[in-house]
């Protein structure tokens, strides 16, 4: 059951859903903090120096023609990238939260909570 304060947010409790989620920032060292910020920004800035080269590329090859595609009978239409992009990452990440929810039952098996 989730605890309430007049001024705060409920706290998730072991007993809760939204608990399996809930990092505990004050048993990870401030280092790895840092770093995990360092990495995300990383990983970011070559992500929009990829959509930059990308967008170079698509008005480059924007001014070539292309041809329609014939169909054909009987094959289902083929969904949109954009389609078939959010739906594998629905997918991802369904077995990352299932993967994740595995590793902490697993921990939880294999080192008990200690008792004071």
């Given at each position: 059951?989730?605890?309430?304060?007049?001024n705060a947010?409920?706290?998730?409790?072991?007993?809760?859903?939204e608990a399996?989620h809930?990092?505990?920032?004050?048993?990870i060292?401030?280092?790895?903090?840092?770093?995990r910020?360092?990495?995300?920004?990383?990983?970011?800035?070559?992500?929009?120096?990829s959509?930059?080269?990308?967008q170079?590329w698509?008005k480059a090859?924007?001014?070539?023609?292309v041809?329609?595609l014939p169909k054909?009978?009987?094959?289902?239409?083929?969904?949109s990238i954009?389609?078939?992009?959010r739906?594998?990452f629905?997918?991802?990440?369904?077995?990352?939260n299932?993967?994740?929810?595995?590793?902490?039952?697993?921990?939880h098996v294999?080192?008990?909570?200690?008792?004071?």
């Amino acid at each position: 059951m989730a605890t309430t304060t007049a001024n705060a947010k409920a706290t998730p409790t072991p007993e809760t859903p939204e608990a399996a989620h809930v990092t505990d920032a004050t048993q990870i060292p401030e280092p790895a903090h840092k770093i995990r910020e360092q990495v995300l920004s990383s990983v970011k800035q070559g992500q929009q120096l990829s959509i930059d080269a990308a967008q170079g590329w698509a008005k480059a090859v924007s001014a070539l023609p292309v041809p329609d595609l014939p169909k054909i009978p009987g094959l289902p239409a083929v969904p949109s990238i954009e389609t078939a992009t959010r739906f594998s990452f629905d997918i991802a990440t369904e077995l990352l939260n299932n993967q994740r929810d595995f590793a902490l039952q697993l921990t939880h098996v294999l080192a008990p909570a200690k008792t004071s």
